[in-house]
C-alpha cells in the first residue's frame, strides 16, 4: 500500500488523532472490532504481532506492528502499554 509510513511503537505517544471515526460504515466498524478481538488472541495467545494502519489527525497514515493485549470500545493496548484509538484504525493485518 503507498503512502502509508511504518513507525515504531515509541513513535505513538507524538501522535495525535482525529475524534471522528476513519471508517463511516457500520459493517466496517463491526468487522475492525471482530479483527481486533483476533488481534488480541494471537498476541496474547499465540504472541504472534499485527500490523495495525491507522489515521492521525493530519490526516497522516501510519503502520505499527505490535502485539496487541486488549480491546476496548475505545482503546487497543499494544505491547510496552501504548494505547491506540480504535477510531483511527482503518486496517488491520495478521
Known sequence: MK???HIGQTQL????FAKSDVLHDQLQRYMRICDLQRAV???CLEHEPVNLIFTTD??????????????SDDF????????LPV???S????
Do not use: C, K
Open 3 to 5: 503512502n502509508i509510513q
Open 13 to 16: 505517544a507524538a501522535l495525535h
Open 41 to 43: 488472541q494471537l498476541g
Open 58 to 71: 493530519q490526516g497522516q497514515r501510519l503502520q505499527v506492528e505490535s502485539l496487541v493485549w486488549a480491546v
Open 76 to 83: 487497543v493496548l499494544l505491547q510496552g502499554g501504548r494505547f
Open 87 to 89: 477510531r483511527s484504525i
Open 91 to 94: 486496517t488491520i493485518e495478521a
